[in-house]
C-alpha cells in the first residue's frame, strides 16, 4: 500500500503564496497521474488540479491560474505552488492518484486569512 504524505501548509494572508509537497511511497509515482484535492470545512472533497506522468497538467477553474502543479519523478513528490490566496482557499490538501485512488493522507491544512 503507498502512503501518502502531504506538507507545506500554514497560515497566511490573503495574496500571499504557499507551495504545498506531496511524496509518495513505492516505486510506481513516477507512471501515475496525480492530483491534489482539498476540503474546505463543511463542503467536498474538491480535484483541483492533475499531472499527468509526463507533466501535462489540468486545473479547476477555482484556482486555475494562480496555483501551478508540478512533479519531480525521481523524488517521488509532487508539488503545488499556490499564488494570489484567497479565503476561500483554506481547506485541508491532500494529494492521490487520479483512479483508483490509494488510502487518504493526513493532508495539510492551508488557513488564508482576509
Known amino acids: 500500500q503507498v502512503q501518502l504524505v502531504e506538507s507545506g501548509g500554514g497560515l497566511v494572508q490573503a495574496g500571499g503564496s504557499l507551495r504545498l509537497s506531496c511524496t509518495a511511497s513505492?516505486?510506481?509515482?513516477?507512471?501515475?497521474?496525480m492530483t491534489w484535492y482539498r476540503q474546505a470545512p463543511g463542503k467536498q472533497r474538491e480535484l483541483i488540479a492533475t499531472?499527468?506522468?509526463?507533466?501535462?497538467?489540468n486545473y479547476a477553474d477555482s484556482v486555475k491560474g494562480r496555483f501551478t502543479i508540478s512533479r519531480d519523478n525521481a523524488k517521488n513528490t509532487m508539488y503545488l505552488q499556490m499564488n494570489s490566496l484567497k479565503p476561500e482557499d483554506t481547506a485541508v490538501y491532500y494529494c492521490n492518484r487520479d483512479s483508483p485512488i490509494w488510502a487518504w493522507g493526513q493532508g495539510t491544512q492551508v488557513t488564508v486569512s482576509s
Open positions: 513505492g516505486n510506481i509515482f513516477r507512471f501515475l497521474t
Open positions: 499531472i499527468t506522468k509526463v507533466g501535462n497538467t
